[in-house]
Structures are given as C-alpha cells and as structure tokens.
Nanobody, 127 residues
Framework: QVQLVESGGGLVQAGGSLRLSCAAS????????MGWFRQAPGKEREFVAA????????DYADSVKGRFTISRDIAFRTLYLQMNSLTPEDTAVYYC????????????????????WGQGTQVTVSS
C-alpha cells in the first residue's frame, strides 16, 4: 500500500508557473502507474497527466499538452507536475493517484482505474 501527499499548490497569476509534488510513502512509485487529476468547483474530476509503471510512457489531456509535464525523481519517491503558462481555466484542486495494476506499456488515463489518491492541493490562477 502507498500513501500519497500532494503539495505545491497556491495562487498564481495567469501566465505563471507552479510545480506540484506528490510524495509517496509505504512503497516506491516504481510499483505503480501514476497520474494527476483535477476537479474544479461544480465540475467533474478530469484527467490531466499520467505516467506508465516504470516511467517509460506518459500521456496528457489535450488541454494541458505543451504546458504541463509529469515527471518523477530518480528514487521513485516523488511525482511532479510542472505547470507552465497557467490560465484561470486551470484553477482546480489537483490530485495525484496510483494504479497498482498499471501497465508499463501505456499510461492509465481513467480515474476509476486508480487505487490510491492523495488529499489534493488547491491551484488558483488569477486573471
């Protein structure tokens, strides 16, 4: 079992950047496929970015391609989401998640396939 704790959220102006972190305890992230999701007020949770087990493949939502980058540290203890060129539409609570059955060949993009979730970190982008 793995425990996930997100950090790095905050208030930023449009056009700015933030880097979110997701610290894992219990087991290393190498044992899981990993993902970032977000949920804005009044909206359903949506996929943002994901990384296949082992880190060899990544996938992104069309809305963040070219602006966001998912990565992890070499020790497989922390997952990151680098977010650049932020817009007010990126305002949401961001969650990291771990899929214990994830593939090494492709990233898991559906939230229902994830087994473990962090508590979330708020990102607010002002115009």
């Amino acid at each position: 079992q793995v425990q996930l704790v997100e950090s790095g959220g905050g208030l930023v102006q449009a056009g700015g950047s933030l880097r979110l972190s997701c610290a894992a305890s219990g087991r290393t992230l190498n044992d899981y496929a990993m993902g970032w999701f977000r949920q804005a007020p009044g909206k359903e949770r949506e996929f943002v970015a994901a990384m296949a087990r082992g880190g060899g493949r990544t996938d992104y939502a069309d809305s963040v391609k070219g602006r966001f980058t998912i990565s992890r540290d070499i020790a497989f203890r922390t997952l990151y989401l680098q977010m650049n060129s932020l817009t007010p539409e990126d305002t949401a609570v961001y969650y990291c998640a771990a899929d214990q059955s994830g593939s090494r060949a492709y990233a898991t993009v559906k939230g229902e396939h994830y087994d473990y979730w962090g508590q979330g970190t708020q990102v607010t982008v002002s115009s």
